[in-house]
């Protein structure tokens, strides 16, 4: 059976020491979305939304969420990104589904350690902006299915998400 890495031989958790792995080429790939009324997401698309440029602030935010993984989640390394995109699918509402937005970011790095905890953390950050700056016309948002869906690179090599 696998064991978590986090922890040591008495059950402590450790940041996991990675000096002696090879410095590889990493790349991750998370998505997300958020569900919205559809007049919050006619705002959104409109860019008249009261805060502004509702899509261009979630990016740049999902960007900082980045870079600031290893401060928000305890046991994760600090790393030397090397680019992180964002991109945003609007979705009308339709039969089957809410009025979206789909964010998916991706992260890359040339190091010993994954970026899989980078690009979800761009990919939530970037959610919680565009709760955060529509909230006023829409509190029953909701944030779904933030995921890893690719990652390669490093011993462990690559994995799709099905």
Not at 41 to 54: F, H, T, Y
């Amino acid at each position: 059976m696998p064991t978590l890495t986090h922890f040591d031989t008495q059950g402590q958790a450790h940041m996991v020491d990675v000096a002696g792995k090879p410095a590889t080429r990493r790349i991750a790939i998370a998505t997300g979305c958020i569900e919205m009324q559809p007049a919050t997401l006619a705002l959104i698309e409109s860019g008249n939304a009261k805060k502004g440029d509702v899509l261009g602030i979630a990016r740049i935010a999902g960007i900082q969420g980045a870079k600031q993984t290893s401060t928000l989640i305890p046991l994760c390394h600090p790393i030397a990104l090397t680019r992180v995109a964002m991109d945003f699918v609007v979705a009308p509402a339709s039969a089957t589904q809410a009025a979206r937005v789909t964010c998916t970011a991706t992260a890359e790095t040339v190091g010993p350690t994954g970026v899989e905890m980078e690009a979800l953390t761009a990919v939530q950050v970037a959610l919680l902006t565009i709760y955060d700056m529509c909230k006023a016309v829409d509190r029953g948002m909701t944030i779904n299915g933030v995921r890893l869906v690719e990652k390669h690179g490093g011993k462990s090599g690559s994995f799709v998400a099905s």
